[in-house]
């Protein structure tokens, strides 16, 4: 966007992760909603001169409380993220009629609502890319969320839909998301253009001091969290972009020495030279996928770096500054979740540069 600010406002936003970058592509968001408390809070800490407003969406004062002061302001652009749990890949509803069933599904239903009372001229709606297959019960017929956006919106908006993978975009992370555009006819939103490099994981994060489980390197959010003795043996005992579960010796195991039942993507050390695979929800755990440092070979055999990734790694592998405001204080587990949960900004800014006004 070239020489003109819009206001705009933010649903579903946990810590606004993926807006941070709104204001340099030209949108000023005014008015944002969250239902969680600490997440809500923490975007608030990020973001002193938004309007947070904390509450069920669902409910209809909290509703028209977020209309009412995107109206005052004349928002022109709303983004979305309405909750994944019941689409996430991860979960138990895959199909795609106990999807349907899962009133977790139906948040979305308030961004239909919230498009059609302030009529924005741009929409970003995002989400794990199921949310493009996910069918809803609308007045008692299964649609999809492009039958649904279509039926209410075809006449006003371009709709455009597409899958995009967040490394192909500046980010240094591999994070797949469904990325739906509404804009209204007349108006001018281009794609972006992929970059002609992939930022890897030693390009964001090869200058930091290693570091070992619990042990501190005096810069801000560079910590090693502390793990469990003999998950850091195993992992000492693993080489750079391979499980423990293929060392002959070293793998995980109980107490009694049977092994530990588990896929091939846990206990795993993520690859210097590409970007990182996606950031989970528990990248706080050695056990879950793909979230083990790199490592260096050691002279005695074994690897550096037997921990997960710091909190500032994890900033970096997201696409945010070192100095990304939050408080000092804030609890290592709730920044964990919300960089697992979020979509990088880098993307949301790439999207949105392309308006034109």
């Known amino acids: 966007m070239k020489n003109k600010k819009i206001k705009g406002m933010s649903l579903f936003s946990s810590?606004?992760?993926?807006?941070?970058?709104?204001?340099?592509?030209?949108?000023?968001?005014v008015v944002?909603?969250?239902?969680?408390?600490?997440?809500?809070?923490?975007?608030?800490?990020?973001?002193?001169?938004?309007?947070m407003v904390i509450g069920d969406i669902m409910d209809e004062k909290v509703f028209q409380k977020v209309r009412d002061v995107a109206l005052e302001n004349d928002v022109e652009f709303l983004i979305a993220s309405p909750p994944c749990q019941g689409i996430s890949v991860a979960g138990k509803n895959r199909n795609i009629e106990d999807m349907a069933k899962d009133s977790r599904n139906y948040l979305i239903t308030q961004v239909v609502k919230m498009i059609k009372e302030i009529s924005p001229s741009y929409v970003i709606i995002e989400n794990v890319p199921l949310l493009l297959k996910l069918k809803l019960f609308i007045e008692g017929n299964l649609l999809t969320v492009e039958e649904i956006l279509e039926n209410e919106f075809n006449e006003l908006y371009n709709i455009d839909y597409g899958i995009y993978d967040t490394s192909d975009f500046g980010t240094p992370q591999v994070r797949k998301r469904a990325i739906i555009r509404m804009y209204k006819k007349g108006l001018i939103w281009n794609l972006p253009q992929k970059s002609h490099k992939k930022i890897t994981v030693r390009d964001a994060i090869g200058d930091l001091p290693s570091l070992e489980a619990g042990e501190e390197s005096g810069i801000k959010w560079h910590y090693g969290r502390n793990h469990d003795e003999n998950q850091v043996i195993w992992m000492k005992h693993t080489a750079?972009?391979?499980?423990?579960?293929?060392?002959?010796?070293?793998?995980?195991?109980?107490?009694?020495?049977?092994?530990?039942?588990?896929?091939?993507?846990?206990?795993?050390?993520?690859?210097?030279?590409?970007?990182s695979p996606t950031i989970t929800i528990r990248n706080d755990a050695i056990s879950s996928q793909r979230n083990v440092h790199p490592g260096k070979l050691l002279e005695d055999?074994?690897?550096?770096?037997?921990?997960?990734?710091?909190?500032?790694?994890?900033?970096?592998l997201t696409g945010l500054p070192d100095n990304w405001p939050i408080p000092d204080d804030t609890p290592e587990i709730l920044i964990r979740q919300v960089l697992g949960e979020c979509i990088p900004p880098l993307l949301i800014e790439a999207l949105v540069k392309e308006i034109e006004v």
Do not use: C
Not at 15 to 29: C, F, N
Not at 248 to 266: A, C, E, L, V, W
């Open 240 to 275: 750079t972009g391979h499980s423990a579960f293929e060392n002959k010796y070293y793998f995980p195991k109980k107490k009694d020495g049977t092994p530990i039942k588990g896929y091939q993507s846990s206990y795993r050390r993520i690859k210097w030279d590409e970007p």
């Open 15 to 29: 810590a606004g992760i993926g807006e941070y970058y709104l204001s340099r592509a030209g949108v000023q968001i």
């Open 301 to 316: 055999g074994t690897y550096s770096d037997a921990r997960v990734m710091t909190i500032l790694e994890l900033m970096r």
């Open 32 to 51: 944002a909603n969250e239902l969680i408390p600490k997440r809500g809070n923490l975007y608030r800490s990020i973001y002193p001169n938004h309007k």
